[in-house]
């Protein structure tokens, strides 16, 4: 199946950035701007967790969808300051990041806890978006790869329905690297064999698989041209929403 016949995703990582005030008025420029442009793209937003109610809101009745930046495995105890993928759906979120290479970097997650989050979105009605992306030194160690398809088998080790996978090179996030277009290609390519592998060619076939790292209006036209790449992941471009916006534009 060609990208031609599986609809671009676009999210915004607004990681942890903005208050309330600057959120509304960032959904309001959004609604208005999707509505006139016939939303080319399924586009969805990751607020920090204290906004998602109100961005919820705010986006209610527009095609774009709302999701967590994270989740606990469980879904209810004690376990301060973590939220639930039950407490996502609740606070109207119907995505959920899992596995972003800061939580990696950050919260020590491990491949097999990042599996056990998906579970957690996939029994709470929630859209994983599964995050796997290699080091700089693993890419110089020839490794790449090796480590995309760990990462994906561990993600995915619960065969979820309802999924998509974010290509994430890590030396690419924030620093204004992007990868090119011929890199991300590869690095999709084999993340969607390896999918072929767990799921099945079809589900593999529509699974969309997004690219991130330092994307922005000027490199996403010539990423989204690649056949095995649906979309993208934006961190820092996200945040200027005219960007995002220009994103969403070069990906429909
Ligand atoms: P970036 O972040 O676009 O700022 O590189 C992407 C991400 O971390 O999801």
Redesign the pocket.
């Known amino acids: 199946m060609t990208a031609e016949r599986r609809r671009p995703v676009v999210a915004a ?1 607004w990681k942890m950035n903005f208050l309330k005030a600057d959120a509304a008025e960032y959904c309001r420029t959004l609604r208005r701007h999707l509505a006139a442009m016939g939303t080319p793209a399924r586009t969805v937003v990751f607020p920090s967790f204290p906004l998602l109610p109100m961005v919820a809101r705010e986006l209610v009745a527009t095609e774009v969808a709302v999701g967590g930046q994270d989740l606990h495995p469980e879904d209810r105890g004690a376990f301060t300051g973590d939220v639930s993928g039950r407490q996502l759906s609740d606070a109207g979120c119907s995505w959920a990041l899992c596995g ?1 290479s800061e939580r990696r970097r950050d919260h020590h997650e491990s491949d097999d806890l990042v599996g056990r989050k998906v579970a957690a979105a996939e029994r709470c009605g929630l859209t994983a978006l599964l995050c796997v992306g290699e080091s700089r030194e693993q890419r110089r160690a020839g490794r790449a790869l090796q480590v995309l398809e760990r990462q994906l088998r561990a993600g995915l080790a619960a065969r979820p329905e309802s999924f998509a996978v974010a290509y ?1 090179p890590v030396w ?3 620093t204004g690297e992007t990868a090119t277009p011929a890199a991300a290609q590869e690095a999709h390519e084999h993340l969607r064999r390896v999918l072929a592998e767990l799921m099945g060619e079809e589900i593999a076939a529509v699974a969309p698989i997004l690219y ?4 922005t209006p000027e490199t996403a036209a010539g990423l989204i041209a690649e056949p095995d790449v649906d979309g993208f ?5 996200s945040l200027d929403p005219q960007k995002f916006l220009a994103i969403i534009r070069h990906s429909g």
Do not use: K, M, T
């Open positions: 990582n972003h994430e690419a996030i924030g991130g790292g330092s994307v992941l934006v961190g820092g471009a």
